[in-house]
T-cell receptor, first 111, second 115 residues
């Protein structure tokens, strides 16, 4: 099983739509979870950390289900500028261990 | 906002040549990393560096690769004898001791093309 798995998409949605991405991770000892955003040929940029209780940042909501080893990202009221690849990122195992990236889910928001 | 700086932005080199990719991490960060991304593929971990030594490395980081922090600000990745398959985007990243909460900050990358 891959360390971090994501549906590659693409997800093509109209402006204003709500879209959700899912991700699973293989190591139950992982402690840190993030969503990063990557624009074409650019560096990954932190979108948000994911906390056990779930957390929200504006139009973005992240959820973590440790029992199922599953992370989600919900984007409400999609904007054209949300078009990017969304990377699910977890640390390899417990402690301050390297972050491991999923291959990403590509989102295109269409006018 | 503090940033990680990488130079050069693009490097073309002949197969078999040595290359050095340079990075200036965020000044108060303690942990430094190199990742690479082959076109169309995922971001892959190469090596982490803390307290002037390698703390962890991946199977990709073989004897052809080395890292160094030659002074208080730069962090370099050297590839001794480049191969065609080393062509990729190389990202440097740094983090504070709160990486578990705040993640890593990435530089804008060096695009390495081996011909």
């Amino acid at each position: 099983r891959k360390e971090v798995e994501q549906d590659p998409g693409p997800f093509n949605v109209p402006e204003g739509a709500t879209v959700a991405f899912n991700c699973t991770y293989s190591n139950s000892a992982s402690q840190s979870f993030f969503w990063y955003r990557q624009d074409c040929r650019k560096e990954p940029k932190l979108l948000m950390s994911v906390y056990s209780s779930g957390n929200e940042d504006g139009r973005f909501t992240a959820q973590l289900n440790r029992a199922s080893q599953y992370i989600s990202l919900l984007i409400r009221d999609s904007k054209l500028s949300d078009s990017a690849t969304y990377l699910c990122v977890v640390n390899r195992r417990s402690g301050n261990t390297p972050l491991v990236f999923g291959k990403g889910t590509r989102l295109s928001v269409i006018a | 906002e503090p940033e990680v700086t990488q130079t050069p932005s693009h490097q073309v080199t002949q197969m078999g040549q040595e290359v050095i990719l340079r990075c200036v991490p965020i000044s108060n960060h303690l942990y430094f990393y190199w990742y690479r991304q082959i076109l169309g593929q995922k971001v892959e971990f190469l090596v982490s560096f803390y307290n002037n030594e390698i703390s962890e490395k991946s199977e990709i980081f073989d004897d052809q690769f080395s890292v160094e922090r030659p002074d208080g600000s730069n962090f370099t990745l050297k590839i001794r004898s480049t191969k065609l398959e080393d062509s990729a985007m190389y990202f440097c990243a740094s983090s504070s001791d709160r990486a578990l909460n705040y993640g890593y900050t990435f530089g804008s990358g060096t695009r390495l093309t081996v011909v």
